[in-house]
């Protein structure tokens, strides 16, 4: 009796030990590792993000603070076949990168999105747009003549009807696309036009124009700011984001929405991730949780699509967003793929014409 006993405790311990252990399998399981931005944007994260989506999936987020040589880092785990990351944030100029090298798993929008609700223009093969940020014209109120409204990049380069100093940042993306919209040229037809080297004069002529009343080639968003807080310039393109920074030290400042550049970035999931179906859950929560994103928007004020986000969202705030219907409505969408194939050649000439 005491033999068969022993025995049954035995079989019945080596029981409890697999059931063990497969529990602790399915737990390791259900933790993905995710490459995002650190510093003030990742503590935003932990909080609206990382730590709800544990709670209402199970799915533990280890988070790893992204470094500026990340896609070297991606090619290189894909190449060997080892895949540390199960979902990553991808930038708009490294996301065509990453999908020429195969780098993206493919998007399964029967998970993520299944009833077809985000933007079509959010819904890329292989990464899903899910902030957005804005380079804008911010205006000097005070510095307006009389009775005047700068309303468009023609405005801006009105310097007889709007006088006043400029700045502009010190790079030719965005910048020609502001100078051909100044032209005349249709948003829809920027990069077609840009795209030849007819185009490609007539945006050059055009900064022409405009460069000898620019004072100042910013290369940072905190720059631009502190040069129109200062009053050093009372026109000038800036990030969306950067305009709460000037209102709230009292100065009289308003975003021109028409005609801003406006850049998505995108969150895609490793090529060989060992998590792929916990990675999908994430993606799709990231992309689509209204609930989330109006939350984290009055934090950072870079929100994407997710739908129903500006139901019941005060609308002060909706307005200042850039992906606003009403905002989105007047800007372009930066082509991160025109930059990726042009910017050495356009570099090149930009850098010459600039130091003349």
Known sequence: MTS????FTNVAVAALVVAGSASLAFAADKEITFSGSGGVVGEVSKEVWFGP???????????????AKRMPQLEAMVKSGNVLWDAMEVSASDYPLGVKKDLF???????????????????EKFGVAYAAYSQVLIVRTDKLPEGKKMESWADFWDVKNFPGPRALRGRAEDNLEYALLADGVPAEDLYKVLSTEEGLDRAFAKMDEIKPHITTWWTSGAQSVQLLSD????FCPSYNG?????????????IVWNGGAMHKSYIAIPKGTKHLKEAEEYVKYRTTNADHMREYVTHLPYPGWAPGLFEGMDQALAASMPTYPQNQAVQFA???????ENLDAIQERWTEWLLK
Do not use: C, M, Q
Not at 242 to 254: D, F, K, N
Not at 334 to 340: K, L, P, Q, R, T
């Open 231 to 234: 009053g050093e310039v009372y």
């Open 4 to 7: 068969i006993l022993k025995r």
């Open 334 to 340: 930066a082509s991160a793929e025109f930059w990726a």
């Open 105 to 123: 798993e493919a998007i399964d929008y029967s998970v993520v999105d299944p009833e077809n609700k985000l933007p079509t223009d959010t819904r």
């Open 53 to 67: 989506f544990e709670k209402d999936t199970g799915i533990k987020i280890n988070h790893v603070a992204a470094e």
């Open 242 to 254: 950067r305009i709460t920074t000037l209102v709230s030290s009292g100065i009289p400042a308003e």
